[in-house]
């Protein structure tokens, strides 16, 4: 059993990256770390990546620049890479290295083909080590020790009040696999079923770190920040509607985790969300999962907000040679 012990990153592939960091920072309020792998702190720089994305991926070894955002004490959650445009990986952290030698190990013998990041592309990443694998849907996950931790105080870019790294949701054809994949082989345990079309997933107390969302192939269907207060969530929804920037659904209030949500869409399909006042589960052993029909009013939001599944940014995919 792998134990996951918090989410970590989310890499995504960009084929603009000015206009994707412009968004990050100006409209979502993400603070801009980097340049990425020298360790240096020059805030509003990007930096060039190293080649590790395309391992194994069959894709041109070409330098491409990246650019790295933190909203908490991680080193930085959000790495958008020049490139190809889609999700490259999203990451968790283990508790050190002998737990990503024994994950490795675990992962091999129930047949999964898995890689170990290099040094250079570890330096960047601000871990110590790493290693990927794809879940049996094709999502490209990444699990790391020691991620950096920076203590300088977070300076968000425009006061949108995130407060940290909530969650991350995936894609999958088949949401009951999916859970068999991470009930299996990690410590998730599920907090709520929405019927077929959805896994609430917990990792420790917060009603979810991981979410794994129905559709069509791989994909980070969105990457969600807490917000301090309420209030939060609507100052962000009348800034980004005066900013034009498409919102997808919310503000709402979710029956599983009582979150008060906003999802909206940034750039090349990366789906956003504020919310607030996630349910924590302190009692794991008394939590009863609850299984919601997406198809009954307010079983999405219990506000009867009009329901719409966020867009999915699709895993990138290796070319076929
Ligand atoms: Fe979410």
Known sequence: ???LTDVAYVRSGVA????????ATEMVGLELVGPA???AEQPGQADQADQSDQVGRGQPQTQSRSAQLRVDSRHHCLALVEGGSGVIASAFTVADED????????LERA????????PTAARERRVRSFIQFDDPFGNRIELVSHQVTVTRPVRLTRPAGITEFGHLCLDATDVREAYRFWSTHFNARVSDWVGDAACLMRID?????LAVFKGDGPGLCHMNFQVAIIDDVFRNWHFLVDNGVEIQMGPGRHPQSTAIFLYFLGPEGF????SYGVRRIEDDAAWRPRTFDPTEPGSIDMWLGPQRKPSTQPQLRPEVP
């Open 37 to 39: 792998d020298t360790g």
């Open 271 to 274: 789906t956003y969300e504020y």
């Open 1 to 3: 059993m792998i134990e």
């Open 16 to 23: 603009d990256l000015d206009k994707a960091v412009w968004f």
């Open 99 to 106: 737990a990503l030698t024994a994950a490795e190990t675990e």
């Open 205 to 209: 107390p917060v009603h979810h770190k």
């Open 111 to 118: 047949g999964y083909t898995v890689s170990r990041g290099s």
